[in-house]
């Protein structure tokens, strides 16, 4: 199937399916999840069109109830994530270095969960380029740019929690600046 044919298939399940499909969602999440996770769906029937029996609604449903699933696990681990860093602050003895850490884990919590991502391959597990780039299945030039713009979004988070100037996390969000 090419795709043109794909295209024309897809086109047709979702004037038919979409509203059900959604309908599902939204007795599950909330209106802009249920949204993401629809676009998913569709998006995931467009690379697997040639793969779906129709009428492809049990599918559609299926796809749906497993993205969905994974969203919440994503969530649960970035609140898993946040709550070690915040222990690991709770741990820190020194002023400057928990002013640090308290300051990177409460702005990393503001982030979306593609740079939390992103920032903690580097900096927390200790990825080079290369193997950051190959976790997320991505080239290393487009997790070089994913890093670059997390760090910028990092700093500005920094900046606006308050943290500027001589203070250890001042610093910080300076030298993300580069």
Same mark, same amino acid.
């Given at each position: 199937?090419?795709?043109?044919?794909? +295209?024309?298939?897809?086109?047709?399940?979702?004037?038919?399916?979409?509203? +059900?499909?959604?309908?599902?969602? #939204?007795?599950?999440?909330?209106?802009?999840?249920?949204?993401?996770? #629809?676009?998913?769906?569709?998006?995931?029937?467009?690379?697997?069109?040639?793969?779906?029996?129709?009428?492809?609604? /049990?599918?559609?449903?299926?796809?749906?109830?497993? #993205?969905?699933?994974?969203?919440?696990? /994503?969530?649960? +681990?970035?609140?898993?994530?946040i709550a070690r860093l915040m222990a690991?602050?709770?741990?820190?003895?020194?002023?400057?270095?928990?002013?640090?850490?308290?300051?990177?884990?409460?702005?990393?919590?503001?982030?979306?969960a593609g740079d939390q991502e992103v920032?903690?391959?580097?900096?927390?597990?200790?990825?080079?380029?290369?193997?950051?780039?190959?976790?997320?299945?991505?080239?290393?030039?487009?997790?070089?740019?994913?890093?670059?713009?997390? +760090?910028?979004?990092?700093?500005?988070?920094?900046?606006?929690?308050?943290?500027?100037?001589?203070?250890?996390? /001042?610093?910080?969000?300076?030298a993300l600046r580069g």
């Open positions: 199937m090419d795709d043109a044919e794909r +295209r024309a298939v897809i086109d047709v399940w979702f004037r038919a399916y979409a509203a +059900r499909v959604q309908a599902y969602l #939204l007795h599950r999440t909330d209106p802009q999840t249920a949204q993401d996770v #629809l676009q998913e769906v569709f998006v995931t029937a467009f690379r697997k069109a040639d793969q779906v029996q129709d009428p492809p609604l /049990g599918w559609l449903f299926g796809t749906a109830r497993r #993205l969905l699933s994974n969203r919440y696990r /994503g969530l649960r +681990r970035h609140d898993e994530l690991d602050v709770g741990e820190e003895s020194d002023a400057g270095t928990y002013e640090l850490k308290q300051a990177f884990a409460h702005t990393l919590a503001t982030l979306p920032l903690t391959l580097a900096a927390w597990y200790d990825l080079t380029l290369l193997q950051a780039a190959e976790a997320l299945g991505c080239s290393p030039s487009a997790y070089a740019v994913r890093l670059h713009r997390a +760090r910028k979004r990092l700093a500005d988070a920094l900046e606006a929690a308050g943290y500027r100037g001589a203070s250890p996390a /001042g610093r910080l969000a300076e």
